[in-house]
C-alpha cells in the first residue's frame, strides 16, 4: 500500500488530531528510540527511509515496536517524555506487554 493511501486510512481509522508516542526498534533489537508524532505512518516512514539525518539513521532504528494513540497533544508529550526518562527496562516492558514477540507494527498499519 502506498504512503498516502495509508495515511488516509490512518486518518479515517484515528481522526485527524490524534497523537501518537512510539518506541523503534534496530532489527537487532538492542537499540531503541521513543518518539512523538501526529502522523504515525509518515513519521516511521521518514525514519526507515533515513530522510532526516540524527541517532535513528545513524543507528538504523527503523521498526516500530510500540505505540500508544491519544488525542491530547500534551498528554503525548508528557507520555513521550515519561517513556524517555525511564529506564530500558521499562521500555522493554512495556513492548513485551503490547508486542512479545518484537513484531514490526508498521506493516499493521496498513
Known amino acids: 500500500m502506498s504512503l498516502r493511501a495509508r495515511r488516509a486510512k490512518q486518518s479515517r481509522d ?3 488530531n490524534q497523537y501518537y508516542v512510539y518506541i ?4 537487532a533489537g538492542n537499540v531503541l528510540y521513543t ?20 541517532f535513528t539513521s545513524r543507528y538504523n532504528v527503523i ?3 510500540y505505540y500508544e494513540a491519544t ?3 500534551e498528554g503525548a508529550i508528557t507520555r513521550e ?3 524517555k526518562a525511564g529506564p530500558r ?3 522493554i516492558e512495556l513492548i513485551n506487554a503490547l508486542n512479545p514477540r518484537w513484531d ?3 506493516d499493521g498499519l496498513a
Do not use: M
Not at 523503534?24 to 532489527?27: A, Q
Not at 518518539?35 to 540524527?54: A, M, Q, S, W
Open 14 to 16: 484515528y481522526g485527524s
Open 24 to 27: 523503534l526498534s534496530n532489527n
Open 35 to 54: 518518539g512523538v508524532t501526529n502522523d504515525l505512518i509518515r513519521r516511521v516512514y521518514e525514519h526507515r527511509g533515513k530522510f532526516v539525518d540524527g
Open 63 to 65: 521498526r516500530l515496536v
Open 71 to 73: 488525542d491530547d497533544v
Open 81 to 83: 517524555k515519561q517513556i
Open 89 to 91: 527496562r521499562k521500555k
Open 104 to 106: 514490526d507494527l508498521y
